[in-house]
């Protein structure tokens, strides 16, 4: 496997479900993040880690919890979620965090709350 | 607040065309990143442009930052059906917190065979 890779690439839950994203990137990054892409919305940022430790936290409801086991991992763990939270999660990775670090992204997770 | 305002949002044209997609500010940059979004994927990284007046050619993709380092465009010649994509600009600002990534909201650019 190369670059960011993201599973499932699809799911559907319904609201008083428990699911997790996981999140594998294979270029030897720093920095890891989570991103939400919704229609008519610019990519908001929900999460940042570097080196291991949450260095950024977006005003995210708590219904979304992040971990990051190490420097290759990240998960976004899901429960009790609403129908608004029904959108594309994106992972990215980058050298490190900061300006001018290019950010690799992967497939992202197309999730339906229902 | 800082956004990054892009045009048009949507552009549909025929295979062969030249086009240009504009991303604008009224803030200054310290950096601006272009991305192609294909669906269903994550968007990929074409170019980052640092310096004012700067110029870089992809092929048949050249991106200009202007001089003020508050606004970029995207021009395309001889559009092709691959080219097909959501377009996302992002960028660093110059004042505030400059590690967090400023995104616009794209161009969808369709190109009919």
């Known amino acids: 496997e190369t670059g960011v890779t993201q599973t499932p690439r699809h799911l559907v839950m319904g609201m008083t479900n428990k699911k997790s994203l996981k999140c594998e990137q294979h270029?030897?990054?720093?920095?890891m993040y989570w991103y939400k892409q919704s229609a008519k919305k610019p990519l908001e940022l929900m999460f940042v880690y570097s080196l291991e430790e949450r260095v950024e936290n977006n005003s995210v409801p708590s219904r979304f919890s992040p971990e990051c086991p190490n420097s290759s991992h990240l998960f976004l763990h899901l429960h009790t979620l609403q129908p608004e939270d029904s959108a594309l999660y994106l992972c990215?990775?980058?050298?490190?965090?900061?300006?001018?670090?290019?950010?690799?992204f992967g497939p992202g997770t197309r999730l339906t709350v229902t | 607040t800082q956004l990054l305002e892009q045009s048009p949002q949507f552009l549909s044209i025929q295979e062969g065309e030249n086009l240009t997609v504009y991303c604008n500010s009224s803030?200054?940059?310290?950096?601006l990143q272009w991305y192609r979004q294909e669906p269903g994927e994550g968007p990929v990284l074409l170019v980052t442009?640092?310096?004012g007046g700067e110029v870089k050619k992809l092929k048949r993709l050249t991106f200009q930052f202007g001089d003020a380092r508050k606004d970029s465009s995207l021009h395309i010649t001889a559009a092709q059906p691959g080219d097909t994509g959501l377009y996302l600009c992002a960028g660093f600002p110059n004042a505030g917190n400059n590690r967090k990534l400023i995104w616009g909201l794209g161009t969808s650019l369709a190109v009919n065979p």
């Open positions: 990215a990775s980058s050298q490190r965090r900061g300006t001018s670090y290019e950010q690799y």
């Open positions: 803030s200054v940059f310290s950096s």
């Open positions: 270029l030897g990054h720093n920095a």
């Open positions: 442009v640092v310096t």
